[in-house]
């Protein structure tokens, strides 16, 4: 007889897992210096349109899928597809993308945990710009430093997931999202107080279409689209396998939309904490991804209580990353057990050394192997284009295709498990759309990632 399939203990506690899931370095690291790149406002404008329209339909549809399946992405298409057909072949390719995700996220992850704590000690103190830069720099070429610091996020998020869906990932989950939500809140104010932020939020909020022009508006498109698509970690599974855990009680189009809106709202604060005070010390708000680095703990030393500040904020940010790996790992986990039945025990202990392996590329590629490139990318942007160019959209293109095409779950049956249940419904009319037009615009991003990656050749 088979086991019971785990649920959530509250409808909170799955928007905020899954929230936390899409809830990533995406919004907290890369949009705001996407935003200061693309000049402000106007681009932020861009970015909402496109979340509304790309990421939300598709997220409804890898909810659907995992929760009229009750599986993982491991069995959820053998489970809806019809008999004869290959849909489930994607697993591989899912899962290869959760794994590819984790092999640099760890890193990054690690770096957050390692800022906290250089920042909590005081390390920063006294030091100029350049000193600032040059403690980057040198954390990036000290692998065992950045060994310590990846293995320690690894253990953390793999002992959180070994006390099960309830009491471990939703609980701690939870607690780690609400807190994160404060401290973004109480650095957005201190932020704004800051002598001249008024210019920051000026750039932040008032949409500037010429500054727009001058990056090139196909360009900005382009990012916007990308970010809109990449922050919610679509198209590998990892937020199929919460639809798994939920009941029937609510329609899915509404829980997606409260994912979407806490997703946009912390992207959004991130953005509200980091250009006030960018322009009140003069700082380039489009920096790049040096931006939380090198340029934050700057700011932080200049504010007075900057020590504290600047251990909260990366705080803050060490949860935003343990919250999107604890969710990816909970997937990793769900597809050992839905694929070969392994025992929470077994699946924890696998994953948790295969993950800690596979992460230890993307830290040689930055120290002992920094001269290995490959096709012109270092080890951990190239694992990063894998995922960001290839892994998403693509996926996202076959959870799409599979709940709109008659040879796959078919839009049927799409629409009978998206409507179950009280709340908003998914828009019978959107059907032409999402068949006909929102496959050439996902199928287009992946063209154009390869088409900037030649250009850069």
């Known amino acids: 007889m088979e086991k019971e399939r785990e649920k959530f203990s509250s409808r909170l506690g799955f928007i905020l897992i899954s929230a936390g899931c899409a809830i990533g370095l995406g919004n907290v690291w890369r949009f705001p210096y996407i935003t200061g790149k693309y000049g402000g406002a106007a681009f932020v404008l861009i970015y909402l349109f496109f979340l509304l329209v790309l990421g939300l339909p598709i997220m409804v549809m890898e909810f659907a899928v995992g929760r009229a399946s009750q599986r993982s992405i491991a ?21 290869a993308g959760n794994y590819l995700l984790m092999m640099f996220y760890t890193t990054i992850g690690g770096w957050m945990l390692a800022y906290f704590f250089k920042m909590a ?32 996020v690894v253990i953390l998020s793999f002992l959180v997931c070994s006390m099960g869906l309830q009491s471990g990932v939703e609980r701690i989950n939870k607690i780690m999202m609400v807190v994160l939500l404060l401290l973004m809140g109480v650095l957005a ?17 008032v949409p500037d279409f010429g500054k727009l022009m001058e990056n090139g508006i196909s360009e900005a498109v382009f990012a916007a689209m990308g970010q809109a698509f990449f922050t919610l970690s679509l198209g590998i599974g990892a937020l199929g396998i919460f639809g798994s855990y939920i009941g029937k009680e609510r329609k899915l189009t509404g829980e997606a939309v409260n ?12 953005g509200m904490i980091i250009f006030p005070a960018c322009f009140a010390f003069g700082i380039n708000p489009g920096e790049g991804p040096g931006l939380v680095f090198v340029t934050l703990p700057n700011v932080f030393n200049e504010m007075p209580g900057g020590r504290l500040w600047g251990a909260l904020f990366f705080l803050f940010m060490t949860f935003a990353a343990l919250s999107t790996i604890i969710a990816v790992f909970q997937n990793l986990i769900s597809f050992a057990q839905d694929l070969w039945n392994w025992s929470l025990k077994k699946a924890v202990v696998v ?28 080890i951990m942007d190239f694992e990063d284009f894998l995922v960001s160019n290839n892994m998403l959209p693509l996926g996202s293109l076959v959870y799409l295709l599979f709940c709109v095409s008659r040879y796959g779950w078919g839009w049927d049956n799409f629409l009978k498990e998206a409507n179950t249940g009280e709340g908003i419904s998914f828009p019978k009319k959107l059907r032409v759309y999402l068949t006909f037009v929102l496959p050439l615009v996902v199928f287009y991003i992946f063209i154009q990632g390869y088409w900037s990656l030649f250009k850069s050749l």
């Open 189 to 205: 104010v201190n932020s704004c107080l800051l002598p001249g932020a008024a210019e920051g939020l000026k750039f932040y909020l």
């Open 351 to 378: 994953n948790g050394v295969a993950v800690f392996v596979l992460s230890l590329p993307c830290i040689f590629g930055m120290t002992v192997w920094s001269d290995f490139t490959i096709l012109g990318k270092q």
């Open 259 to 270: 994912i979407l809106i806490l997703d946009t709202t912390v992207a959004l604060i991130a």
């Open 121 to 152: 000690k005081g390390e920063f103190q006294g030091l100029d710009t350049k000193g600032v830069s040059q403690a980057f720099d040198s954390l990036r070429a000290d692998a065992p430093t950045m060994i310590f610091w990846m293995f320690l």
């Open 75 to 95: 069995t959820s298409f053998n489970v809806l597809e019809k008999k004869g057909s290959k849909w489930h072949i994607y697993r591989y390719f899912g899962m």
